[in-house]
């Protein structure tokens, strides 16, 4: 079977499997994929130094890349064979400041609308204590 025969969640359970992490971008900042559902996802990873902004606390592009793809990985799950998917809008709102020096940060996703064209998700990121980090949205267009 090849890939473009499987599912959004088929496809991303065998890639979790092989890299634990979804495609290339995940392996550059140590994504792992905890939990994979139709239309919810659930994948984390640890801060570093080098992931630090000039004030020394976690870059907000790295909240923003986690919730990207956490959102757009739920929204993969619910495609099927042979159905793509890209960003069109992302939106995130940040709560608080994290430190760089190992912090296990947690990103659920789930699709809120799967429809012919476009898609929609929600996520959230949270610290080891169970504070939300950062939160938002996504719009994704469909690609048959």
Known sequence: MTTT???????????????GAPAHIGSLIGLR??????????????????????????HGGICATLLDAAMGCAVHTTLEAGVGF????????????????????????????????TATAEGRIHDPQGRIVAHGTTTCIIHR
């Open 86 to 117: 890209g960003t069109l809008d992302l939106t995130v709102n940040y709560i608080r400041p994290v430190a760089v020096d190992g912090v296990r940060l947690t990103a659920t996703a789930h699709t809120i609308h799967q429809g012919g064209k």
């Open 33 to 58: 994929i905890d939990k994979l559902e139709y239309g919810y996802v659930t994948m984390g990873l640890d801060t570093r130094p080098e992931f630090a902004n000039p004030l020394g606390t976690l």
């Open 5 to 19: 025969e499987l599912t959004g969640l088929q496809f991303l359970r065998l890639a979790s499997t092989q890299t």
